[in-house]
């Protein structure tokens, strides 16, 4: 996520100070205009699929400049392995392709290679990918011995299966 967050801030020359910590995108601006970095802030982050969880007014002087500090939240379903070896950002109508009842292969296969998925799995290394499946997989000799295409499917498999369990889940 942190890198989605700086190439967003640097696409749209947002000036502020931001950090990623457990899921969460935090964002301090420091005497901005409420029109013009506030609310610009808040409308570039939602256009890139982040909601606004919290904000809180710092410091004002009765103008329409303040300080305040942002949390956002992704709003794109998203995977991450328990060590964080991997993280997985797949659109909703993406995860649905890839994880149903039958023989799911073939569209998983085609999920690999769906530009917004691709991107990601080629940010890691092999050596990432084969750490994050050793987690989940009973047979570490098995993911070892794969090449990475049979291995990033079984990544992109896993990761749809969680989300959607996440989805589900009513905790």
């Known amino acids: 996520m942190e890198e989605k967050v700086r190439e967003l801030f640097k ?19 420091n005497w901005g205009d409420w029109k013009h970095d506030h609310r610009y802030l808040e409308y570039v982050m939602e256009q890139n699929n982040f909601k606004c969880v919290s904000s809180l007014v710092t410091e004002e002087d009765g103008s329409d400049c303040y300080s305040a500090d942002y949390t956002f939240v992704s709003t794109t379903p998203t995977y991450v392995d328990g060590c964080g070896f991997m993280e997985l950002e797949i659109p909703s109508e993406l995860v649905t392709k890839g994880f149903h009842s039958g023989k799911c292969d073939k569209d998983i296969e085609e999920l ?60």
């Not at 749209?12 to 457990?22: M, Q, R, T």
């Not at 990918?129 to 993911?143: G, M, R, Y």
């Not at 499917?153 to 889940?169: L, M, S, T």
Request: proline share 4%; net charge negative; hydrophobic share 35%.
């Open 11 to 29: 696409e749209n020359k947002l000036p502020y100070e931001w950090s990623v910590f457990d899921g969460e995108v935090y964002v301090s601006v």
């Open 112 to 171: 690999t290679e769906h530009p917004i998925v691709r991107e990601q799995l080629d940010r890691y290394t092999d050596e990432d990918i084969v750490k994050s499946l050793c987690e989940v997989w009973d047979d570490s000799s098995e993911i070892m011995n794969a090449d990475r295409a049979t291995n990033e499917k079984r990544a992109v498999w896993i990761a749809c299966g969680n989300i959607i369990d996440e989805e589900n889940d009513p905790h």
